[in-house]
């Protein structure tokens, strides 16, 4: 082969590669429902950034659904559940329901008590991400970071808080659990008012209570020395009602992050964080290799790598050939690692 044409071949290759890593293909949510019953996800972006392609939809049981979702993107996510909807799409949910009377919320939140995953995708470098116990309680929740870099710990909350709820906080005839906050306005329990300080906002009989069942997750809103998460370059796993495998990742002690948490739009006075959100990385790829290496191989192995990213035989061909079959490749290429 022509060295110039091989060269073409291995820039070809080589952009590719910075491309994913670079995230052309934005982070990937994936939701899974382990739960025995029907869940209806609900999603609501931060004021100002970009949307996912959705803000609510079913989720039976055994089901999945992953979305890419923008760079930058900032919001949180739900599981509601008693939701019964009409052939008009007309109806509501007995917990999480976001009063949209839809599958699709529309950009309103949940009303509590609901578990909430936080995130916050594309800020230096990092995602921040945490399960959120302030606004309340009604599913198990985990998340888990895959094909990240830095600490990447799964979080969430297994434990049935249903069961070991208060009878002053229980809701919905024991399918949820309602936060102090919600049950009794206080502004102790809220930290709100005087108590609007991590100096004077201290964890309450209920927050720890909260806390001991979920150590990992958000008991109250100054909460964030051990609910607070980072990784750089993920996608994330959410899933309602996880399995019992999944216990011991979500419970295992780890090291909290000491990043500073930048403030959010979030009502419920927990602060997720920022994050990444540079895009995701392709399975089998080492983020950490050297690229250089690439350029060590022979010509005829060069031109082999090419012939089975492009699709086409170890023949010669023109540079001309090369520019079109590149181009379509490239397309081929980011539909399938996309997907």
């Known amino acids: 082969m022509d060295l110039s044409v091989f060269k073409l071949y291995l820039n070809f290759i ?3 590669s910075l491309l994913f890593s670079s995230g052309v293909c934005g982070t990937k949510f994936k939701f899974v429902n382990k739960c025995e019953v029907t869940v209806w996800p609900g999603i609501l972006a931060n004021a100002g950034g970009p949307k996912l392609d959705s803000t609510g939809f079913q989720l039976s049981p055994g089901s999945s659904r992953t979305f890419i979702s923008p760079a930058g993107w900032s919001g949180r996510f739900w599981g509601r559940t008693g939701c019964t909807f009409s052939d008009s799409g007309t109806g509501s949910c007995n917990t999480g329901d976001c009063g949209s009377g839809q599958p699709e919320c529309h950009g309103s939140g949940a009303a509590p008590p609901v578990t909430l995953a936080e995130f916050t995708l ?5 995602d921040f991400y945490d399960v959120s116990l302030v606004d309340g309680y009604n ?3 985990i998340v888990e970071a895959t094909g990240g870099s830095g600490m990447c710990a799964s979080t969430g909350c297994i434990t049935d808080l249903n069961r070991v709820c208060p009878s002053e906080l229980r809701a919905g005839n024991g399918s949820a659990c309602r936060s102090a906050c919600d049950a009794f306005g206080s502004p102790k329990y809220c930290c709100s008012g005087s108590f609007n300080s991590p100096s004077e906002c201290k964890p309450t009989f209920y927050s ?5 069942a979920c150590p990992k997750s958000y008991s109250y809103a100054y909460d964030d020395p051990t609910s607070t998460f980072t990784c750089s370059g993920a996608d994330y796993t959410v899933t309602f009602c996880p399995s019992k ?5 979500s419970k ?9 948490t930048p403030e959010t739009e979030n009502g419920d006075g927990s602060q997720p964080g920022s994050g990444n959100g540079s895009g995701i990385s392709v399975t089998g790829m080492d ?3 050297d690229p250089r290496s690439a350029s060590e191989s022979t010509p005829d192995e060069g031109s082999w790598l090419a012939g089975l990213a492009m699709g086409v035989s170890s023949g010669v061909h023109s540079p001309s050939t090369l520019h079109y079959g590149a181009i ?3 397309f081929s290429l980011v539909s399938f690692f996309c997907l």
């Open 122 to 126: 594309g800020t230096g470098g990092l």
């Open 14 to 16: 080589l952009s590719i």
């Open 139 to 141: 599913l198990p929740m």
């Open 328 to 330: 379509f490749s490239f």
């Open 252 to 260: 295992d002690p780890t090291p909290a992050t000491s990043t500073t």
């Open 208 to 212: 720890q209570l909260f806390k001991s």
């Open 287 to 289: 983020p950490d290799s």
């Open 245 to 249: 495998s999944s216990q011991k990742s």
